[in-house]
């Protein structure tokens, strides 16, 4: 039977190594993530070569599976071409990164600010920690990133800045020795901005829990295992409270990344949106 390429699971083949594995290949493609290790089978049964093999929790491309991807993205951009000379446009799609600190209030209103700006875009999601966003414009992954802390990378564009708050259990008191800290892991632009307020201020401090996603600095907070510091836009999470009895804490920068290449009317749109949307904190606040 004459072997044969179809371009569907070519287009999954390529997913799985932009959006790095299966399930956000899956994601990205609105389709299972049963359809897409189907289409990688299909594959390999094709070219009669193992494409994608496990490496402990993840999945890397073989040799013969990254020449593949090569001629994939040829294939495709070819076939893509083609439809547009007889007029068919594919969908546009825009993926934006953001840490956890901002998701849930700057996202909705930037989507829904730039569906009204892009009505031709489709706007598609990562959320992950600052390293790996970067790591993704980088490589194309995504298109926009929302990342907190000074920077001069030209990829950057300054658009506001996010107010912070120290927050604790309502029983928790503050120790008279060293204070205990909730914080994401290192690197965070949150952790650092407690430590040396803190260290300025010449209180001690330790961290007391850590956590690699903001519902374990919430549930360890709540706990009572220490105070954190947070961005909410002026809401205070379920069963926290702030607190006044530490130093201020300076507000963080906000900026928003674009990778190269980007279309510049779409990341001109996200900055002008964005600078919006932070001059009207109450707004984002009532949308939490």
């Known amino acids: 039977m004459e072997k044969v390429m179809d371009i569907v699971p070519l287009r999954s083949l ?97 989507t829904a600010a730039l569906e009204a700006c892009l009505p031709d875009h489709r706007v598609r999601y990562r959320l992950d920690r600052g390293t790996a966003l970067r790591e993704a414009l980088s490589t194309g992954r995504l298109d926009l990133a929302l990342l907190l802390g000074a920077t001069d990378d030209p990829r950057a564009t300054p658009v506001g800045e996010l107010e912070l708050t120290w927050y604790s259990a309502p029983t928790w008191t503050r120790p ?47 706990a009572g295992l220490g105070v954190a510091v947070l961005a909410t836009f002026g809401t205070t999470p379920e069963g926290l409270i702030p607190r006044d009895d530490l130093p201020p804490l300076a507000p963080l920068p906000l900026y928003i990344w674009h990778r190269q290449g980007l279309d510049a009317e779409v990341s001109d749109h996200a900055i002008t949106s964005m600078r919006q949307l932070l001059l009207t904190p109450t707004d984002l606040a009532k949308g939490a």
Request: charged share 20%; glycine share 8%.
């Open 14 to 110: 390529v997913a799985v190594a932009d959006r790095g594995g299966f399930q956000r290949a899956a994601t990205y493609l609105h389709l299972s993530q049963a359809a897409v290790s189907q289409h990688v089978r299909r594959l390999e049964a094709a070219t009669g070569r193992r494409l994608v093999e496990r490496d402990g929790r993840r999945s890397r491309f073989t040799a013969d599976g990254n020449r593949l991807l090569g001629y994939a993205r040829q294939i495709l951009a070819l076939h893509d071409e083609s439809l547009r000379g007889f007029g068919v446009e594919a969908e546009a799609a825009v993926a934006i990164g953001s840490t956890e600190h901002a998701a849930a209030q700057l996202l909705p209103p930037l």
């Open 176 to 222: 008279d020795g060293r204070v205990p800290l909730v914080a994401f892991d290192s690197p965070c632009a949150l952790r650092t901005s407690a430590l040396e307020t803190l260290a300025a201020h010449n209180i001690p401090a330790e961290i007391g829990a850590e956590a690699n996603q903001l519902a374990g600095v919430h549930a360890a907070t709540t």
